[in-house]
């Protein structure tokens, strides 16, 4: 059994930038691919990033590759989500989770455990 428990989120302006953490508790946290998603009212939860257990290989969504950055602290039991330059669209409410499986997934129904979710709001 794995924990998530997401922070960071918050109300910005158009081109600013958030930095949200997903603190995890419970097994091996190393031993678990992990992946940002997103969702708005009405519509299905989306990818936003992925990062393998070592840290070494990430995947973006089309709409944030070169604004958004995954990373994770193996120590700290956390991976973060950097998001800059950050536009009205981006506004949703954020999810982590992580995956058990060995691959490198984006599918959200490949995700074992969830955070309860932090929401994130752009004005223009």
């Known amino acids: 059994q794995v924990q998530l428990v997401e922070s960071g989120g918050g109300l910005v302006q158009a081109g600013g930038s958030l930095r949200l953490s997903c603190a995890a508790s419970?097994?091996?946290?190393?031993?678990?691919?992990m992946g940002w998603f997103r969702q708005t009212p009405g519509k299905e939860r989306e990818i936003v990033a992925v990062i393998d257990r070592s840290g070494g290989s990430t995947y973006y969504a089309d709409s944030v590759r070169g604004r958004f950055t995954i990373s994770r602290d193996i120590a700290q039991n956390t991976v973060y989500l950097q998001l800059s330059a950050l536009k009205p669209e981006d506004t949703a409410v954020y999810y982590c989770a992580a995956a058990s499986t060995r691959l490198f997934v984006t599918a959200m129904q490949r995700y074992d455990y969830w955070g309860q979710g932090t929401q994130v709001t752009v004005s223009s």
């Open positions: 419970g097994r091996t946290f190393s031993g678990y691919i």
